[in-house]
């Protein structure tokens, strides 16, 4: 028998932000199993399908955050060789990610590596809200109307990309993974004049959730798991 591996979008961190289908395939799989930092501690994935379905047993997969390609790939590999056990036993296994599982979600690494170990193993996936769209609904920030477009860009190393990203005014901007640089993209963002109406969300729907004007917390650290959305600027 051949299993299949469905990733599963849960949202950014509101419990109630968990889609009635991820529900579903939830609560059918054989087997759902989180990412986790270590054995012994519950997931941001995990604490939100708990509140949502707490009838739903998980098992949770080791996997280390780390930064680079290298690292992603074993860590992935890892949890790869633990999956393909029951996956050859014909299990449907759910892996639950924070997000939409196709957007800088773990699962993508994960099911590549699998893939790669069997081929024929059917990959699924369920889409999840995003951060960018909670926090654009919650700051009540329109990001697009008529023929204006998005870019969504990362911050790991900087504000060189989202500077680029700000040159259009008519383009929204959502940005990822800039916590440890918020200074750095505000001034990018102040530089292009978009500044005004940026906002920042930290940790949304979890312990610790910040919501604010990204030009009155410029000067505060910020987690990982920090969104900024830039609306167009428009002209009334």
Do not use: C
Not at 168 to 185: F, L, N, Q
């Amino acid at each position: 028998m051949t299993g299949t591996l469905i990733g599963v979008g849960v949202g950014p961190g509101d419990p109630e932000l968990i889609t009635v289908r991820a529900l579903r395939v939830l609560r059918e799989a054989d087997r759902v199993v989180a990412p986790a930092v270590a054995l012994d501690a519950v997931g941001r994935a995990e604490s939100i399908v708990r509140q949502a379905a707490p009838e739903v047993r998980i098992e949770r997969l080791a996997f280390e955050m780390a930064a680079g390609a290298d690292a992603r790939r074993s860590t992935a590999a890892g949890a790869a060789d633990r999956l393909v056990g029951w996956l050859d036993a014909g299990e449907r296994i759910a892996f639950v990610t924070l997000g939409d599982p196709n957007v800088y979600s773990t699962f993508s690494a994960v099911a590549a590596a699998v893939t790669e170990r069997r081929p024929e193993v059917a990959v699924h996936t369920v889409p999840g809200i995003m951060a960018f769209q909670d926090l654009a609904a919650r700051a009540g920030a329109v990001l697009l109307d008529d023929r204006q477009t998005l870019t969504l860009v990362t911050a790991l190393d900087g504000a060189a990309d989202t500077a680029a990203a700000a040159a259009s005014t008519e383009r929204a901007v959502v940005i990822y993974k800039g916590g440890r640089h918020v200074p750095e993209i505000a001034k990018a963002l102040a530089d292009a004049g978009r500044l005004e109406g940026a906002v920042l969300g930290e940790l949304l729907g979890l312990p610790g959730e910040r919501i604010a004007p990204l030009a009155d917390v410029a000067d505060q650290p910020a987690s990982y798991l920090a969104t900024i959305v830039v609306p167009p600027r428009t002209s009334l």
